[in-house]
C-alpha cells in the first residue's frame, strides 16, 4: 500500500520546491558579488587569477587524485576512450591550465574602455565606456579545464560566473571550484564571484535559466542537444554555439599544390572540431587533374567521399559513396567529407547559404574579383582566403583563451574572448541641463 | 446543419497552411534581398534614403488622404485623442519625416568599417569587420513615421526589414510601403530590401517568428504585453526595449536650485516617455527644506506623491497618498512619482538594483565621490550626472534617428542606431598556411 500513498508526489513537489530555492540561492550571491566586483580594479582581479593558477600548479597531486575517481566512474559507465581522455588531467595538463589563467591575467582589461566620447553643444558630456555583463551562465561538457578558463575570462571582464559542468566530471570540478573560491578569498574578492553548481540535477539547470533578474548570459557549450534544450527553456539571453557544417570552394584559379594541402588540412588535422570542413566544393572549370589529386589526398589519409552526381561522373574510378540530400547538411565530425560541384562563386555561395551553418567558409583561388565577390558575400562568422578553416580559433586569431565560437549574429560571432563578455553604458555628466 | 459540418475547422487548417506560405514568402524575398544589398555601397544606398525622401514631399497630398482613413477608423474604434495625434500625418509632419531621411542618408556609413586587423606571425592577415545583420524584423505600434525612419535605418546599415506595423497605421503605411519600394525599384535597389506586412493576423507574426532561418533579429518596439508576447514565441533573437522605471536620487550635496529643476523636468516634461522618472530617492541626510522644495515643485505641477513612511513622516503636511510595494516596480507613464528615502549611495543603488529596469538613472549631487560610486555601481545603460534623465535619446545622444532604447545587456544598449545593426565577420587572407 505504502507504494499507492500520496508521499511520492508531496516528495516530488517539495523536491522541486526546494530546486527553485537552491537556484534563488545561487543567482542571489552571483548577483551580489557581481555588484562587489565593480569595485575592485584590473589589477586586483589579475592577481586574483594568478592566485588560481598558483593553487593549480601547488596542489596537482590533490586535482589527479580527484580526476582519477571521474577517470574510474566514467570507465565503469562506459564512455569511450576519446571521451575518457578528454576528461583526463595529468601534471602536463595542469600546468597547461595553470599558464593559460596567468596568460588571461596578463591580458589588457576590456574593462572601463571609452568607446566614445562627446561634448553635445548644450554642454552635456556624453561617454559610452565599457562595463561587464554581470552574471554569465556557463554550462559545459567534459574537459575540466575549461572550468579554470571560463572562470578566469569572466575575473578579466568583471563578471561573475555560474559554472555547471557535465557530471563526467564533478569530483575534478568540485575541487576546482574549491580551490578557485580559496583563492578569491584570499585575494580579497569575493568567493561567490565564482560557483560551481555541485548538483548535478537537470531540473536545477531548468531553474536557474528562469532567473533573468540575476542572471544575464547564457552560453551553453556542448552538443547540439544541450544547446537546443537551454534555448528552449532559457528566459535568460543565450548566446549559442551550434555546429560547424564548414566548406572549402575551390576556385579554377586556385593554386593546385596550395588546394591540396589545404583542403587537406581543412578535413583531416582535427575532424572532431567544428571549424573543420564539412563539404568541399569544386568549380565545374576546375581543371579535373587537380581536382583529382585533391580527392586522392583525402582518400590517402582514409576520408570517405560522398558526392553528387557530377563529381561521381567526372571523376567515376574514385571509391565514391553517393551523398543524399541530408549530406549537405550534416557536420560528420569525421573523416567523412560531401563533395559537390558547382559552377562559379554564385553558386557556391547559393549551397552555402542554402545548408551552411555561418560558422566558417573558404575560397581557394588567385582570381582577385573572384576572392572579393565570396568574401563579400559569404555571410558566415570567419571566412578564409587561400588558408584552413581550422585557424577560426580565438587563440590563433590572438584573443587568448576563448569561452566559445558564438555561431549567433547578436553581440559576439565567432571566437569569443574575455573583451566579448562585456557590454556598455551611456555616462552622462551636466551641470543642471533640462530637456525643451 | 451546416454550423456543424467540418468545414470551419478545415478553413482552420487551410488558413493556417496560408499563414505559413505568405510567411515563408515574406522571409524568402527579405533574405534574398539582403543577399543582393551586400552588392550596393554606401553612396547607392543614401541614394535610395533620399528617393524616399522626395518621394514623401512629392506625395504628401496622397499620404494625408490614406492617413484621414486611418484617423477615421480611429475614432469610430474609440481610439483616446492621445493616439488619434500620434497617428496624424499632415504636411509639416511629414515634411519632418522626409528631413530624418535626408539626416540619415547623410550619416556615416556603419559597414565595411575595420574593428581591428592584425598580421600574426605565421603570416595570416586577420580582420574583424562590420557587416549588415542580413534581415531585421520589426514589429510596432501606431506612429507611421516609425515606418520611414527604420526603413532608412535598416538601408543606411545594409539590413533588409519587414516591417508589421499596428492596425490603426495600415492605410499609412500600406501607402509608405508602396512608395518606398518604388523608390527602391527607381534607384535601381532590390525592391524586396523593405518589406511592409499587409496583412493584419495575428499569427501571421507568429509564424515568421519561427523563420530563424531566413530572419537575424526582431525587434519589438511597443507595450509591455506585445514584447513579452514576442519573446515567448520567436526562435529569432529578439531586442527587447522593456519599460522605463527610471529614478532620481538626490544626494545631500546636491545643488538645490538645480534638483529642483532636474527632478521637475525629468518627471513632468514628457511623462509619456519611457526614459521620465518614476521614482524619486531623497537621501535621509538631505536637507528637509531643499526636499521640500523639490517636493512642493513636482505638487505645484499636478503630479501625485506616492511616498513611503519616513518621506510622509518627514513632510507630514504634504498631500501624499501611501506607497504600496508594488508602487516601486511601477512605469506611471502619468504625473505620478514614488518617493523613497534611502540612507547613503549604497541604499540608493540597492533600491534600483532591487526595482529598476536598468534604463536610465540620475544622480544629483556635487560630491565627486559619491557621483563616481553611483557611476560606477549603477547598472543601467545610462547614468545621468546633475541632468535630466529624459536626455536617454538617440537624438541627444548624437546617433541620428533611433529604431528604439534597447534594455537588454546584449549586443547594443540603451538608444540604438544604424551602427547597432551590424554584426561583423572575420576576414582571414593567408598564402596557403595550413594548422599544424
Request: with cysteine.
Amino acid at each position: 500500500m505504502g507504494d499507492f500513498d500520496l508521499a511520492p508526489d508531496i516528495g516530488h513537489i517539495l523536491d522541486s520546491m526546494n530546486l527553485k530555492a537552491i537556484a534563488a540561492a545561487y543567482a542571489a550571491a552571483a548577483k551580489e558579488a557581481s555588484r562587489e566586483l565593480v569595485g575592485f580594479d584590473a589589477a586586483r582581479r589579475s592577481r586574483a587569477i594568478v592566485a588560481i593558477a598558483q593553487a593549480l600548479e601547488d596542489r596537482t597531486a590533490q586535482i589527479v587524485a580527484e580526476n582519477a575517481k571521474d577517470l574510474e566512474q566514467g570507465a565503469a559507465d562506459g564512455l569511450s576512450s576519446a571521451m575518457l581522455d578528454r576528461l583526463k588531467l595529468d601534471p602536463k595538463r595542469i600546468a597547461g591550465m595553470a599558464r593559460d589563467l596567468r596568460e588571461i591575467a596578463g591580458q589588457s582589461d576590456p574593462i572601463g574602455r571609452e568607446i566614445s566620447r562627446e561634448t553635445r553643444s548644450n554642454g552635456l558630456d556624453i561617454a559610452k565606456v565599457s562595463v561587464p555583463l554581470g552574471v554569465v551562465f556557463f554550462i559545459y561538457e567534459s574537459r575540466p579545464n575549461v572550468t579554470t578558463d571560463a572562470a578566469a575570462l569572466c575575473l578579466r571582464s568583471g563578471n561573475a560566473i555560474l559554472l555547471r559542468g557535465g557530471k563526467e566530471a564533478i569530483h575534478s570540478n568540485r575541487l576546482l571550484g574549491t580551490l578557485i573560491q580559496d583563492a578569491l578569498a584570499s585575494s580579497g574578492l569575493p568567493a561567490k564571484a565564482v560557483q560551481l553548481v555541485t548538483e548535478t540535477d537537470r531540473e536545477l539547470v531548468g531553474e536557474l535559466l528562469q532567473r533573468d533578474r540575476e542572471l544575464d548570459l547564457v552560453i551553453p557549450r556542448g552538443g547540439e542537444g544541450l544547446i537546443r534544450a537551454v534555448s528552449e527553456q532559457s528566459k535568460i539571453p543565450v548566446l549559442k554555439h551550434y555546429k560547424g557544417v564548414c566548406h572549402v570552394y575551390v576556385h579554377p584559379t586556385a593554386d593546385p599544390d596550395l588546394a591540396v594541402e589545404v583542403v587537406h588540412n581543412s578535413k583531416v588535422q582535427r575532424p572532431s572540431a567544428c571549424n573543420a570542413s564539412e563539404t568541399l566544393l569544386l568549380d565545374r572549370a576546375l581543371d579535373p587533374s587537380n581536382a583529382r589529386r585533391i580527392l586522392q589526398r583525402l582518400l590517402d589519409a582514409g576520408v570517405e567521399l560522398r558526392g553528387d552526381g557530377a563529381c561521381r561522373t567526372r571523376h567515376f574510378d574514385l571509391p565514391w559513396k553517393d551523398a543524399t540530400e541530408s549530406d549537405w547538411d550534416e557536420e560528420y565530425l569525421a573523416l567523412v567529407i560531401s563533395v559537390a560541384q558547382v559552377d562559379g562563386v554564385q553558386e557556391a555561395l547559393d549551397h552555402i547559404s542554402a545548408h551552411g551553418s555561418s560558422h566558417t567558409e573558404a575560397i581557394l583561388s588567385r582570381d582577385a574579383e573572384s576572392i572579393e565577390r565570396f568574401v563579400l558575400g559569404c555571410d558566415s562568422s570567419s571566412v578564409m582566403v587561400n588558408t584552413s578553416t581550422r585557424f577560426a580559433d580565438g587563440g590563433e586569431y590572438g584573443l587568448g583563451a576563448e569561452i566559445g565560437i558564438s555561431t549567433d549574429k547578436l553581440h559576439a560571432r565567432g571566437p569569443m574572448g574575455a573583451a566579448d563578455l562585456c557590454t556598455y553604458k551611456w555616462i552622462v555628466r551636466g551641470a543642471g541641463q533640462v530637456r525643451g
